[in-house]
């Protein structure tokens, strides 16, 4: 799904989990502007396929845990300074990002990523095409040869395809489909791509025992079934 390199500054900030009664509180990281993934509710809180799973993984790994919003563009820099200890966020796993923080599991497989467009007849190898900053799907756009036009948030990708900005957007199929069943002024092209290994949870690379912890709740997940429930549910890509 995303893609982002820090600085080499970034690396040497490190934070520790926040203190609440006496007990550590592992803060969980999210954009909030991604549904199905994650999205703020009418309620003004995080909701979505990832608040399930999240909150899921802290009960099984018996941690206390607490959601904070944080745009995608700063995401990974504010998990390595502190800020939060986890980025639940739609971030596909790459070998990029690995070389920046650790990830968990993968908790979904790849979602295919697919094309938005005002209309069918797009010349997508020559065209415009936008994704957001910092993405997998914004790293494929100019690897390919089209022209890439790159926004700070999803929605900005979509009303870009509308505004005749742009001949069509490149996102996960997850989010576009919705928006393309709902809206009469786009449709979702046939053509797909498959990038991305799978999204997984961001941790710093020195916290190893929270990873540990993380995973064990993500396998025991996987093993009675419950994510790929959540999975159907929200309809975020193959099952496990």
Known sequence: MKNLILSTAALALLGSMAMADGHAVVRLGTEGAYPPYNFINDAGEVDGFERQVGDEICARAELTCEWVTNEWDSIIPNLVSGNYDVIIAGMSITDERDEVIDFSEAYTQPDPSAYLAASTDVDLANG???????????????????????????????????????????????????????????????????IGGGVGLGVRE????????????IVSMKEDGSLNALIAEWGVGAQF
């Open 206 to 217: 020195s916290d190893g025992e929270l990873r540990e912890k993380l995973n064990a709740a």
């Open 128 to 194: 415009v095409i936008a994704a957001q900053t910092g993405t997998i799907q914004a790293a494929f756009v100019a690897a390919s040869g089209a022209t890439l036009l790159e926004f700070a948030t999803p929605d900005e990708t979509v009303a870009a395809v509308k505004a005749g900005e742009v001949d069509a957007v490149l996102a996960d199929k997850s989010f576009l489909a919705p928006i393309a069943e709902a809206d009469g002024e786009v449709v979702l092209l046939e053509q797909e791509e498959l």
